[in-house]
Structures are given as structure tokens and as C-alpha cells.
């Protein structure tokens, strides 16, 4: 949950849809990708979406965990990017890394070593993580928790000034 100092931000299943093929359109004039690498989970929906949308056939995976909830911890590499991903990126192939959100940059830090010559695309980002991207859609405050669509239901929600309806 939110603290009081914090901001939300849900999205729904719809709107990560349409913003995740806006950044597809983003992406279109970039030339034609070899690869897309999704950063699991959170990146997993858009690189799908995006890579249907630009037609790239070879799909990765690298899975990274820097969060426990909401509580953003140490980095851990769960799942590394195959060797013919790598070796592709080596010998001069367009990779391109996909996640949902960039925050403080610490996952893309460690995702942007593995692949230093890929682009790397989110669909939001916050301020302290921006610069490890090079592609986003929508830029959200640092103290701003985006509350995702696999991450929610549908409940009641009290209005903003705290009143009652």
C-alpha cells in the first residue's frame, strides 16, 4: 500500500495495453529488432505486446528481483540471458530489453551490463531511473507507486479529499 507521503498510480488492463503499444510505436523508427529480452515478471506483458507489434520472433527472458512487495531490496539474477542472445548482441545483432517501469535504476543497471549495446525500453519511468533508459512512454514522480493490473481488483476506493460519499 501506499504511505501517506506516496502517491497512486493504477493502471488498468487497458490502458497498459495502449501504452504498451504506444511504446511500440515509439520504437518503430529504430529499425528492425533481432531480439527482445523481457525483464521478468513485470516486464513479460509489455515485451510480448511490443514484440508482436514490431514482428520479432525471438523472445528471451532474464528474470531480476529488486522487490519483495513494495519493499525494494538487494538486486538478485534469477534466470541470466541465454548464450545465443548474448553471443547474438555480440556479433552486432539489435537486442532490445523490455520492463514495465524503470525506478531507481537498479534492475536496468544490472540488465544493461549483460546486453551494454541493447536498447532499452519501459513503459514508465520515474526520475532516479531515467537515465538507464532510452525509450519510455510515461514519466511518473519518484514517490509515485504504480499499482499494476495483475496486481489489483476491483474494490471501492474513498474519495481523494478523505470525505465520505
Known amino acids: 500500500m501506499t504511505t501517506a507521503n506516496q502517491k497512486s498510480f493504477p493502471v488498468t488492463w487497458d490502458q497498459f495495453h495502449r501504452d504498451s503499444r504506444a511504446l511500440a510505436w515509439r520504437l518503430t523508427g529504430l529499425g528492425g529488432f533481432d531480439a527482445v529480452v523481457a525483464i521478468a515478471r513485470g516486464g513479460l506483458v509489455p515485451a510480448a505486446i511490443v514484440a508482436r507489434e514490431l514482428n520479432i520472433r525471438t523472445v528471451e527472458t532474464v528474470a531480476v528481483k529488486s522487490y519483495d512487495h513494495q519493499?525494494?531490496?538487494?538486486?538478485?539474477?534469477?534466470?541470466?540471458?541465454?548464450?545465443?542472445?548474448?553471443?547474438?548482441?555480440?556479433?552486432?545483432?539489435?537486442?532490445?530489453?523490455?520492463?514495465?517501469?524503470?525506478?531507481?535504476?537498479?534492475?536496468?543497471?544490472?540488465?544493461?551490463?549483460?546486453?551494454?549495446?541493447?536498447?532499452?525500453?519501459?513503459?514508465?519511468?520515474?526520475?532516479?531511473?531515467?537515465?538507464?533508459?532510452?525509450?519510455?512512454?510515461?514519466?511518473?514522480?519518484?514517490?509515485?507507486?504504480?499499482?499494476?493490473?495483475?496486481?489489483?481488483?476491483?474494490?471501492?476506493?474513498?474519495?481523494?479529499?478523505?470525505?465520505?460519499?
Open 71 to 165: 519493499n525494494q531490496g538487494g538486486i538478485a539474477v534469477l534466470k541470466q540471458i541465454s548464450p545465443p542472445i548474448l553471443d547474438m548482441a555480440r556479433n552486432g545483432g539489435k537486442v532490445l530489453i523490455v520492463d514495465d517501469l524503470v525506478d531507481t535504476g537498479a534492475t536496468a543497471r544490472v540488465v544493461r551490463d549483460m546486453l551494454p549495446g541493447a536498447h532499452f525500453a519501459t513503459v514508465y519511468a520515474k526520475p532516479k531511473g531515467r537515465e538507464m533508459v532510452d525509450t519510455f512512454i510515461t514519466e511518473v514522480s519518484q514517490d509515485t507507486w504504480i499499482f499494476f493490473p495483475w496486481d489489483l481488483d476491483v474494490a471501492y476506493v474513498a474519495p481523494i479529499s478523505g470525505g465520505t460519499d
